[in-house]
């Protein structure tokens, strides 16, 4: 093995993750997936540096011990990284619900930390040699293997069911960050004259935008687009040239004050988290949802007037299903307003002033005891 360029990698790949954290100052203090990513590039710093110190001690005899130390640390920072992967994606998709979906990552590390715990004792993982050397138990070292592939293989279902909805620029991203370092796992099973550990380096760089658009895009309570996100995409659709039309539906929860002043804040935050969920189990891939404001919400989407209606059905089918869910709390209802329009001699603003209008028309007819289908029909333009 060529100790000393795999070191060179691994420094120049620490120096590099370095940087980034020092830019990262503060976020160990966000919401829960800015504080996800930022242990995944303390770990994967961890991750490097134990490769630098087992390269320095690799046939060393009088170094047995701590290669020991260094290889065992090494292993469950492995399946550390993993696990804290798969909470950054679940807490950015899911936010509010990612403790549901976790149980399964967690099990799945705690097998691989057990497994690197038991081999301190027994060595049936890994051992070393009296000359300085690691010697592979394959059947546990393929258990633990297998096991955060599991896990990675679970992330990679989860995505592809969420293909629909995710954008393409935050699931490209996820979908790579494994994929790198198993190239080059798969490259040092032919070529073991270089160590390329330095790819999970390359990999956290990468989820470094979907960081980045969740602090800047994101709304911190319910993890839909916040109100930037929906200005950018409309002055985007109504500023460019060529015609066709702009859909959109402006959701509002009904009863929020009250139930903040019933029950507290704490329950109010809950229900909009819950509004988020069904939101964005109804939405489909080119739609954008947004938190609009308060306790306002808005989908828009380009083209496709015909998509209204399935969005409406499926919002209703959403609140319905979760409403059913014992432990759930409070009963979840809504007022929605829709609108499509042509592109060309409207502005943004108009749109979601019309948007806006559209829904109190919605919400004051079902006041006044009018069918919600005949209030929840779009007016022609």
């Known amino acids: 093995m060529r100790i000393d360029c795999s ?11 370095s940087i980034l954290l020092f830019g990262l100052r503060g976020r160990e203090r966000g919401d ?4 996800a990513y930022f242990q995944i590039v303390l770990l994967v710093l961890a991750f490097l540096a134990l490769d630098v110190a087992y390269l320095a001690l690799y046939g ?6 701590a290669i020991a130390a260094v290889k065992s640390a090494y292993f469950v920072v492995n399946a550390a990284i993993v696990w804290t992967w798969a909470r950054f994606v679940l807490h950015t998709l899911f936010p509010g619900a990612a403790d549901g979906h976790s149980a399964l990552y967690t099990a799945l590390f705690a097998a691989d930390a ?7 004792f027994c060595g049936w993982m890994f051992s070393i040699s009296e000359e300085g050397t690691i010697v592979i138990g394959y059947a546990a070292m393929w258990t633990f293997t297998l096991l955060n592939y599991l896990s990675i293989a679970a992330v990679m279902l989860l995505l592809y069911r969420s293909r629909n909805w995710v954008k393409r620029e935050t699931l490209l991203p996820f ?3 494994p994929v790198l370092p198993l190239c080059a796992e798969l490259v040092q099973i032919a070529v073991r004259s270089v160590s390329l550990i330095c790819t999970y380096a390359l990999s956290t760089l ?35 040239a060529g015609s066709g039309k702009v859909c959109g539906v402006m959701i509002d929860l009904d009863g929020l004050k009250a139930i903040n002043d019933t029950c507290g804040h704490l329950c109010g935050d809950q229900m909009l988290v ?6 964005r189990r109804s939405e489909r891939k080119g739609m954008v949802a947004t938190r609009y404001g308060g306790d306002e919400f808005v989908v828009v989407w380009r083209d496709g007037e015909e998509r209204t209606e399935g969005l409406l059905r499926r919002l209703e089918q959403a609140r319905a299903a979760l409403n059913s869910q014992p432990g759930g709390g409070g009963q979840l209802s809504f007022s ?20 806006d209008e559209e829904m109190y028309r919605v919400k004051n007819a079902k006041k006044q005891g009018v069918a919600p289908l005949e209030a929840d029909f779009p007016r022609p333009n």
């Open 206 to 240: 990468m989820l470094y935008q979907v960081s980045q658009g969740s602090l800047i895009y994101t709304d911190a309570l319910t993890g839909l687009g916040n109100r930037r996100l929906l200005d950018e995409y409309l002055g985007r659709w109504f500023d460019g």
């Open 336 to 355: 929605t307003g829709s609108l499509c329009c042509e592109r060309e001699g409207m502005s943004a603003g108009d749109f979601l002033r019309r948007l």
């Open 114 to 120: 057990a497994i690197v715990l038991v081999n301190c």
């Open 274 to 279: 819950r509004m988020a969920e069904v939101i």
């Open 60 to 65: 060393r005899p009088w170094a047995r011990v």
């Open 7 to 17: 070191i060179a990698l691994d420094v120049l790949s620490m120096t590099n993750l």
């Open 175 to 177: 979908l790579l960050f």
């Open 32 to 35: 829960r997936a800015n504080r």
